[in-house]
């Protein structure tokens, strides 16, 4: 059988902030914090998941703590903006108010190749698009969110990526990822967008891949994305597709257990990192559902180092609730 990529699995981005990282991400757009961690490459830093109650795949935004690290500078090769979705046009008129109300850096709600959204930026200035996914079953509301569930955030929509090669990337997504060419437009302001698609397609399975205007190379920083992950539903088919991106000449990484799921990393020709990780075992490996995020987790192998790592961490202080 054809083995297929469903859609997005998470996508990782650049805080300097994890106080207010966990500020904006629980209590403004009202995600749950399912894990909190350390990065397993530089236990120095938080890995933070924000997600639906369960933490499911295609739910999860994540984020490194490296508040050493210099602003994200946008360009090519970088991921941005991240399309999180809502049920409908009501939701954005709702949001719109919120970003009003709490000082959140908005646009208007427009149209934008097929697609009615809201531009919004984080604190520290990563990019998003709120998409109305037009009730398109999605990720299932957490019950302690500030957020109306009939206006939660339901996961991912897509990705928007600016390629240093548009060409190559096309062909690395359809060739070996299986993604299908779907579309193309000129958007306002400039840049020309191509959408592909994988799986049964629409919301959270979609990639935009916009040409860069200049040849400016951008760079992954505090406010940018690091990486976006692919789902596969097994480590099978993720032998599979490491195989299939050795095969088309990527450097791609051998499998690492991250516990929570398993990943290999490769570099697709524009410049952007990719993940291909697997759906399962989950947020629920170590904890259960209803302590998801409240404690430090560490996966087995860095438990016995929990004291050192856990006085090498900044404490995470959230001032009180305000909605
Ligand atoms: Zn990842």
Redesign the pocket.
């Known amino acids: 059988m054809e083995i297929q990529i469903p859609g997005i699995h998470?996508v990782?981005a650049v805080t300097g902030d994890a106080s207010g990282n966990v500020a904006f991400y629980t209590r403004v757009l009202g995600m749950r914090l399912v894990k909190k961690t350390v990065n397993q490459d530089d236990v120095s830093a938080y890995h933070l998941f924000y997600a639906d109650r369960r933490g499911s795949p295609g739910t999860d935004l994540?984020f490194f703590d490296w508040p050493q690290s210099p602003p994200a500078r946008p360009g090519a090769t970088t991921i941005a903006p991240i399309g999180l979705r809502v049920n409908d046009e009501a939701a954005l008129e709702w949001w719109a108010k919120r970003f009003q109300e709490h000082d959140v850096a908005h646009g208007a709600i427009v149209e934008d190749g097929g697609r009615t959204l809201l531009v919004f930026a984080d604190p520290e200035g990563q990019r998003f698009e709120l998409v109305a996914d037009r009730g398109v079953p999605g990720g299932e509301p957490w019950p302690e969110s500030p957020v109306p569930p009939e206006f939660a955030i339901k996961g991912f929509y897509d990705v928007t990526m600016t390629s240093s090669r548009p060409p190559s990337t096309a062909a690395m997504l359809t060739n070996v990822l299986g993604f299908r060419a779907i579309g193309e437009y000129g958007r306002e302001g400039g840049g020309r967008v191509t959408v592909f698609e994988t799986g049964k397609g629409g919301p959270g399975a979609e990639v935009r891949v916009v040409s860069p205007e200049d040849g400016q190379i951008g760079q992954v920083g505090i406010g940018g994305v690091h990486?976006v992950?692919y789902r596969t539903p097994d480590a099978d088919q993720q032998v599979e597709w490491r195989e299939r991106a050795l095969e088309a000449g990527l450097q791609v990484t051998p499998v690492i257990d991250r516990f929570y799921f398993k990943?290999i990393y490769f570099r697709e020709p524009g410049g952007a990192l990719f993940?291909i990780?697997t759906d399962g075992p989950g947020f629920t490996a170590d904890e259960p559902e209803s302590e998801l995020g409240r404690h430090l987790a560490l996966p087995p192998f860095l438990e016995p180092r929990r004291a050192e790592i856990e006085a090498g961490l900044r404490p995470i202080e959230v001032a009180a609730e305000s909605n």
């Open positions: 998470h990782t994540t990486h992950a990943s993940e990780a």
